[in-house]
């Protein structure tokens, strides 16, 4: 497999999100890519929407967005693209995601966050492996997720 990189979306490449398909039954795990996008446009001062890359091709996107009020990191509308999915590269985003969090972007905090459903267990699993621990504290269906950044 070629390196995983993360681009920021821009004009140049917002278009090739709207081609990611999620896999049956997860769209109530993640929001489409319209969605996200608009997300990441309104919170622009706080969020950085990325494709994820492997080569020239996107396989997924995610958004990290610093809450300024809580000071940690968020990792939000995380996908890979459902023909692409079982091949290593939301592990190798997750990765790329957490070392450019590390670099402290918006601010200080090393702390991340992020929820997910317990039904999506693949998601769940991935998490954990990177450390994430629940924090007790849910969304709606979702329970957060947290790790502590050096």
């Not at 090739?16 to 997300?39: D, H, I, M, W």
């Amino acid at each position: 497999m070629e390196e995983v990189t993360l681009r920021n979306i821009d004009e140049s490449n917002f278009l090739e999100c709207f081609k990611l398909k999620l896999a049956e039954g997860q769209e109530k795990y993640v929001s489409n890519p319209t969605r996200s996008l608009a997300q990441a446009y309104v919170y622009r001062r706080q969020c950085t929407p990325f494709g994820i890359y492997c080569g020239d091709v996107m396989v997924g996107y995610v958004l990290v967005l610093y809450d300024y009020d809580e000071e940690a990191y968020n990792i939000w509308h995380f996908m890979i693209d459902s023909d692409l999915q079982g091949l290593g590269f939301g592990k190798a985003a997750v990765g790329k995601v957490l070392e450019y969090i590390s670099t402290k972007p918006f601010g200080k905090s090393g702390t991340v966050l992020l929820t997910v459903n317990p039904e999506n267990t693949a998601a769940d699993k991935l998490y954990r492996k990177f450390g994430f621990a629940p924090t007790g504290r849910s969304d709606g269906d979702e329970i957060e997720l947290g790790l502590k950044l050096m």
